[in-house]
T-cell receptor, first 113, second 114 residues
C-alpha cells in the first residue's frame, strides 16, 4: 500500500509570491490534515478536510487555504508569502478522523527568501 | 498557551536501558493521546496511542501510561536500541473525532548511546 505522498519535497519562493503544495493520501483514507512544523513552534495544526469539506481550521491567517478533491487528494495554498512561512509542511491522512492512526507524508520544505 | 508540553528537549539513554519520555497536558477535554517518532527529513511515524478510558497500553517494547488526574502521560521503551534515536512527539486530540486536529508537544530528542 503506497504511503502519503507530498509534492514537491523542497521549494524556494520569494516574499509576496504564492505557493501550492500537494498531498495524495493513502488509498481509502478520506481525512487529510495539514500541519506546519517550525523549530520554535513545533507541529501546529492548519486544517483538516474530509470528503471535500473543511471540518476545522487551526489558528492561521486567511493567507493559508486548502481544498480537497473527490479522489481525496488535497492541496494547500499560501498567498503573499512571508519569511516566517518558511517551514516543513506535513500532510497526514487517516481513515475517518485523526483519532485513528494518522499517517504522515515526508513533508514539503518551504523556504521563503 | 501550550496545551501539550514535553519539558525535556533531549534525553540520553544507554543502549539496553529503559527510556522514559514524559508529556503533560492542560486541556481536560483531550480524550485520545498518541506518540509519534520522527527521523530527520521524514514525516512523523505513529508509534502507539491510548484512549482516556485506559491507563496503560502496550505494544512490544513500547508502553504508554496515562495518569488522567495528573494530566500526564509517559512513553516507556524497553530495552532501548540505537534505532530508537529520534525525536518523539506526544500528541492529543479532543472529542468530536479529532476534527480539531492533533495538538502536538514540541518533541523530545532521544539519543541512545552504545
Amino acid at each position: 500500500k503506497a504511503g502519503v505522498t507530498q509534492t514537491p519535497r523542497y521549494l524556494i519562493k520569494t516574499r509576496g509570491q504564492q505557493v501550492t503544495l500537494s498531498c495524495s493520501p493513502i488509498s481509502g483514507h478520506r481525512s487529510v490534515s495539514w500541519y506546519q512544523q517550525t523549530p520554535g513552534q513545533g507541529l501546529q495544526f492548519l486544517f483538516e478536510y474530509f470528503s471535500e469539506t473543511q471540518r476545522n481550521k487551526g489558528n492561521f491567517p486567511g493567507r493559508f487555504s486548502g481544498r480537497q478533491f473527490s479522489n481525496s487528494r488535497s492541496e494547500m495554498n499560501v498567498s503573499t508569502l512571508e519569511l516566517g512561512d518558511s517551514a516543513l509542511y506535513l500532510c497526514a491522512s487517516s481513515t475517518l478522523t485523526v483519532n485513528t492512526e494518522a499517517f504522515f507524508g515526508q513533508g514539503t520544505r518551504l523556504t521563503v527568501v | 498557551d501550550q496545551q501539550v508540553k514535553q519539558n525535556s528537549p533531549s534525553l540520553s539513554v544507554q543502549e539496553g536501558r529503559i527510556s522514559i519520555l514524559n508529556c503533560d497536558y492542560t486541556n481536560s477535554m483531550f480524550d485520545y493521546f498518541l506518540w509519534y517518532k520522527k527521523y530527520p527529513a521524514e514525516g512523523p511515524t505513529f508509534l502507539i496511542s491510548i484512549s482516556s478510558i485506559k491507563d496503560k497500553n502496550e505494544d512490544g517494547r513500547f508502553t504508554v501510561f496515562l495518569n488522567k488526574s495528573a494530566k500526564h502521560l509517559s512513553l516507556h521503551i524497553v530495552p532501548s536500541q540505537p534505532g530508537d534515536s529520534a525525536v518523539y512527539f506526544c500528541a492529543a486530540s479532543g472529542p468530536g473525532g479529532g476534527a480539531d486536529g492533533l495538538t502536538f508537544g514540541k518533541g523530545t530528542h532521544l539519543i541512545i548511546q552504545p
